[in-house]
């Protein structure tokens, strides 16, 4: 039973900048890869940012640059600190955690506007 708590989704301006936040609880055994994906209506759910157990990166081109991953393994946390933000980047952002299945949050809405 694992669950995945998101925080820090709301309302910011272009430019903006907001972070991300994702704590897993439950019965986990072990330091398993977290990443960040995002959808909005219409289109498909795409990887925003993705971080393995030791670390290792991986970004969307479209966020290359702006956005950065992180991790707190002792708490099995994971974070997306989102800068330079613009309405493109507005979406419904899910974290997710790769076991033996795979683990998706509820989603929190960003959206970027004036």
């Known amino acids: 039973q694992v669950q995945l708590v998101e925080s820090g989704g709301g309302l910011v301006q272009p430019g903006g900048s907001l972070r991300l936040s994702c704590a897993a609880s439950?019965?986990?055994?072990?330091?398993?890869?977290m990443g960040w994906y995002r959808q909005t209506p219409g289109k498909q759910r795409e990887l925003v940012a993705l971080?393995?157990?030791?670390?290792?990166?991986n970004y969307a081109d479209s966020v290359k640059g702006r956005f950065t991953i992180s991790r707190d393994n002792a708490k099995n946390t994971v974070y997306l600190q989102m800068n330079s933000l613009k309405p493109d980047d507005t979406a419904v952002y899910y974290c997710?955690?790769?076991?033996?299945?795979?683990?998706w949050g509820k989603g929190t809405l960003v959206t970027v506007s004036s």
């Open positions: 439950g019965s986990i055994a072990g330091i398993y890869p």
């Open positions: 971080i393995t157990s030791g670390g290792t990166t």
């Open positions: 997710n955690l790769r076991a033996y299945i795979i683990y």
